[in-house]
Every structure is written in structure tokens, then in C-alpha cells.
């Protein structure tokens, strides 16, 4: 079953096309990477895919829901960690975790919150305001936030930045986890270890277009490893874009 299903999508801003005639499919049970470097128009796809952006053209189904005409909708079936975003500098981590939990109608939200707050060693924070937290424990907030209402799918951008080795680690097991019983994972990086790590099947994008997608053993078969086949369909193109 496609969960994602993402047909000829453009993204033009003032002339400047973020993304051109991208097109892709996840399946139920992909951990899927989309992989490219800065600006390949990574975060445009996120923002699309969860409604916080109208493509210019093209269209798009999340959980068999048309995000373009419903993007309430399916943003309530999906959970998702943007990249740029923290959680309000004015809620302690129980405040926010609390206040997401009642939007997303979570069932045994006190149990939810006190699982999530333990997977990511935040008991003592719990009282603490989110302005006075680190990075590192801003990220673990949203990534609670995103796993709470445990969703079919997850829709992740750079999700292991500012966490330390150990919780990169703890997020890696948590993922094929959630993958082995049914979930499905859409992770936007540019960073391909994890790609080399977790992911079943990837898009490469640059420039706003994809320049090779598929299963990641068949697609590494030529180069061997990914980093390889990285620098040979990217090339030197991620130095400039065109006028």
C-alpha cells in the first residue's frame, strides 16, 4: 500500500523552482531517506507533505488522503519533526507534551507523556520551561511530541540533529522498531550515514530535482557505497545553481 504517494510536484518560488517535477512512492513499511545536500529542497518536500505548503502544481497523498485539498487532515494521521521548529519557549516539557497530547486526542495521555519523558531521560525536566532546556533536549521534546499519538507514519527532517551518540543510537533502534511492527518512516537528511544505517530505500535530490531513487542495495550495486554513488550523481552541481 503506497502511504506516500507524490506524483510531478513543483514548488516555484518567484522563478525559482525549490522542487521540479518530483515524483516518488513509500510503501507501508519503508524507512525511506531522502537524501541531498543544503538547499536540494529537502525541507520544501517536508513542508508539502504536511500541508504547510501548496505545491504550485502536481499532487500528493499522505495515508491515502489528498494533502493539497485536506491538509488538516492529514497532518492529524501523520507525526512530524521539522527541522527549524522548537517547542514553545513559554510550556515546561510537560505543558507541551500535555498540550499536544489533547490535540491529538491521545488515549492514556498521562501514561504517554511519562513513557516518552523516560525514553528521553527528561523526568527531571519535566517542570523546566523550553527556553531553559538545551538543544539537544528541545529535539527529544519534539521527537516525543511526534511519537505520542503513535501515527502510521512519521515524517522526519534532519531528525538526529543536536543529539548526542547515545540517542542517535536510542532513535535508530526506536525507528526500525516502529518500522518492524508496521510504521512507516519518511526521513529527510543530508547526512548518509544514516541513510547507510537505517534505510531501506532512498531518493537522492538536487537542485530540486530527483536524480535517483529506489532500493538502496540495488542502487549502491555500481558504486558499491553510498557515498560513492552520492558524489557521482551529484557532482559538481551542488556548488552552483542555475540562473
Not at 518560488?13 to 507501508?28: D, H, I, P
Not at 525511506?32 to 543544503?38: D, I, K, L, Q, V
Not at 488522503?65 to 519557549?89: F, M, R, Y
Not at 533502534?173 to 532512498?202: P, Q
Request: glycine share 8%; net charge neutral.
Amino acid at each position: 500500500m503506497a502511504v506516500i504517494d507524490a506524483k510531478d510536484l513543483v514548488m516555484d518560488f518567484g522563478g525559482m523552482k525549490a522542487l521540479n517535477l518530483v515524483s516518488l512512492t513509500v510503501e507501508k513499511g519503508d524507512l525511506y531517506g531522502f537524501f541531498g545536500p543544503n538547499g536540494a529542497g529537502k525541507t520544501t518536500l517536508i513542508r508539502i507533505l504536511t500541508g504547510q505548503l501548496k505545491p504550485t502544481s502536481g499532487t500528493v497523498d499522505v495515508l491515502r488522503v489528498d494533502v493539497v485539498k485536506n491538509p488538516i487532515k492529514a497532518k492529524e494521521l501523520v507525526g512530524i519533526v521539522p527541522e527549524v521548529e522548537s517547542p514553545p519557549t513559554y510550556l515546561t516539557a510537560y505543558e507541551y507534551l500535555y498540550f499536544v497530547g489533547k490535540v491529538r486526542k491521545v488515549d492514556n495521555l498521562e501514561d504517554r507523556i511519562d513513557k516518552w519523558l523516560s525514553f528521553f531521560d527528561l523526568e527531571s525536566k519535566k517542570g523546566t520551561i523550553c527556553k531553559d532546556m538545551s538543544k539537544g533536549m528541545r529535539q527529544k521534546l519534539m521527537l516525543a511530541s511526534a511519537f505520542m499519538h503513535e501515527p502510521e507514519l512519521l515524517l522526519l527532517d534532519e531528525p538526529f540533529i543536536n543529539l548526542d551518540p547515545i540517542y542517535q543510537k536510542l532513535l535508530r533502534e526506536h525507528l526500525e522498531e516502529y518500522v518492524s511492527k508496521g510504521g512507516t518512516v519518511f526521513l529527510c537528511s543530508h547526512i548518509l550515514e544514516i541513510a547507510e544505517r537505517l534505510c531501506n530505500k532512498l531518493a537522492i535530490v538536487n537542485l530540486g530535482r530527483v536524480v535517483v531513487q529506489g532500493r538502496k542495495d540495488e542502487l549502491v550495486k555500481e558504486d558499491d557505497d553510498l557515498e560513492r554513488l552520492f558524489m557521482r550523481v551529484i557532482g559538481g552541481d551542488t556548488l552552483r545553481r542555475p540562473s
